[in-house]
């Protein structure tokens, strides 16, 4: 009964007008984001951080929650219409959705990617809701030891599931730790790697440094490489399945969902990995493996599924525990610390209004996002004819306008462009920024926990594996590293990530 009143709880904060108003506006911005190539969630929620320091902290995260399972329903109109995936996801809903697409039935592959993200967010939404109570229980048997090994092997899951090099990736997560000690030590009053610049002395501001290596880098990047938007010119037709299409996609799209859900709590890039799982799977199991990447259904269904169901469970991690399993969810991270809430167990019993809020908002936005994205599928058409060199000026503007109303200096916006020039710099020599960007939040948790438990232990490092859960953790940790550095396991990773 507990979970019940906590959900009418929820649903009563969700559905006062303010914070509906913000849900839509978090749909709405997702689904325009996920429809124009280029520009990711990542990147607009870093620009779009400062204009919530002006909302209440539950109407913020409940906009940004919005922008990012926005961006995955309309990363998928892109990928059926124009064989560009607007969002990272959706990469795999290319391979048929466009091929349904060129054979006149994009309406229905809309459709059914539509109905899939809905069905899968609804559980997704129940899951959360079920294993709040429980995982936020566990949570607060854990103390400083516990606390430092969990982090220690969620960034050991980000260094495996990150793109490319295990060696690149670990170098990005040791940079972002080493960015955040930046600043004045809280003990000593000490100031550390702050070169004597004084705009240093409290560390580099999360939005400067998450706008500039997303924000800024990514519209660098997409200069770089101009599209060629091939918008597919035959009719969208219907948008509502048939039977038989139903048929065909019912299990694809429940097997989907629970891949992704389960992926999309692991720390890394678990909700990215969903959708090709999910993709694999359904070839695999297939009678006919031939027709996936001619327009089979299946290929729409299961990975779209899997995709809204992986955005929704990353918050699982994030919220029970603190911990962001993704670069989007470090983002949410860095939102809450701005408004002075701190992640973890103690949201659920501190703050129940915010917890229950955000969940009761997936429900209401999954909802929105079905209405908002079927019967304007001729608008999202108009916008991807939209040249990107149009478009970049306008997100550059709007980044400067926004880093400089954080803290009103000039300096903060000559740091953003430094470190989108560094970003830039890190996508082409092939390092991922995302690692980068999970070391730096959870840097300051680490450093913070690892001083609380050697004071409690005298300095001895043996508390962290002489407390049975944390050396569990840490056992895991060393586990999957050396699993994944070993030949054939390395060899099979890079198979994975290739395909």
């Known amino acids: 009964m507990d979970m019940f009143s906590n959900l009418s709880l929820g649903f009563g904060v969700a559905l006062s007008f303010q914070n509906l108003a913000l849900c839509f506006v978090g749909c709405l911005v997702g689904t ?37 399972y926005g961006a995955q329903y309309g990363g998928s109109t892109t990928a059926i219409l124009v064989n560009i995936p607007g969002e990272a996801t959706a990469v795999v809903t290319t391979l048929d959705g466009h091929q349904m697409a060129k054979q006149g039935r994009a309406g229905i592959a809309l459709g059914t990617a539509a109905i899939g993200s809905f069905v899968a967010g609804c559980f997704a939404t129940v899951v959360i809701a079920a294993l709040g109570a429980p995982l936020t229980k566990m949570a607060l048997l854990f103390g400083p030891a516990e606390y430092f ?14 793109r490319g090099s295990i060696l690149k990736a670990f ?63 035959a009719k969208i037709g219907r948008l509502l399945p048939g039977w038989s299409d139903i048929k065909q996609s019912a299990m694809p799209c429940m097997r989907g969902t629970v891949i992704g859900g389960t ?26 493996p031939s027709r996936f990447g001619k327009g089979a259904i299946e290929g729409v269904a299961g990975p779209e599924s899997a995709n809204n169901a992986g955005a929704q469970t990353a918050f699982i991690p994030l ?21 002075g809430i701190i992640p973890g167990p103690q949201v659920m019993t501190r703050n129940p209004e915010l917890f229950w809020g955000m969940i009761a908002s997936m429900w209401i936005g999954n909802l929105m996002l079905l209405i908002i994205n079927l019967p304007l599928v001729g ?37 953003t462009a430094m470190f989108g020039l560094f ?19 959870l840097g300051k948790l680490m450093e913070e926990k690892l001083r609380q438990a050697l004071i409690i232990s005298r300095g001895s490092f043996m508390t962290f594996l002489e407390r049975p859960i944390s050396a569990g953790l840490l056992l895991v940790a060393v586990a999957v590293l050396v699993v994944a550095l070993m030949p054939s396991m390395a060899k099979k990773r890079d198979e994975v990530f290739t395909e």
């Open 379 to 415: 608008l999202w058409v108009k916008l991807l004819q939209v040249p990107y060199r149009l478009m970049f000026p306008a997100i550059l503007i709007f980044c400067c306008i926004g880093i400089y109303s954080v803290n009103n200096q000039p300096l903060d916006v000559a740091f």
């Open 149 to 162: 090994s969990l982090m220690v092997m969620g960034l050991c899951f980000a260094v495996v599931l990150a």
């Open 171 to 233: 170098c990005m997560i040791m940079l972002g730790l080493l960015l955040s000690t930046v600043g004045t030590d809280l003990e000593t009053g000490q100031e550390r790697l702050t070169f004597g610049i004084p705009a240093l002395a409290d560390g580099i501001d999360f939005s400067v440094l998450a706008m500039g290596i997303f924000g800024f880098a990514e519209v660098l990047r997409n200069l770089e490489t101009p599209e060629a938007r091939d918008v597919v010119r």
């Open 263 to 288: 992926l999309g709590i692991l720390p890394g890039n678990g909700a990215v990995l969903g959708p090709f799982a999910s993709y694999t799977v359904e070839k695999k199991i297939a009678k006919d």
């Open 32 to 68: 325009l984001i996920g429809v124009l190539p280029g520009v990711g969630p990542i990147a607009t929620i870093s620009i779009l951080l400062p204009i919530t320091f002006g909302l209440d902290p539950t109407g913020a995260l409940i906009m940004l929650a919005g922008i990012y």
């Open 423 to 441: 970003g830039y710099l890190l996508i082409k020599l092939g390092f991922e920024p995302a690692p980068l960007l999970l070391g730096f939040v």
């Open 319 to 339: 919220l029970t525990l603190g911990i962001p399993p993704n670069a989007v969810m470090a983002l949410m991270v860095g939102a809450m610390t701005i408004h």
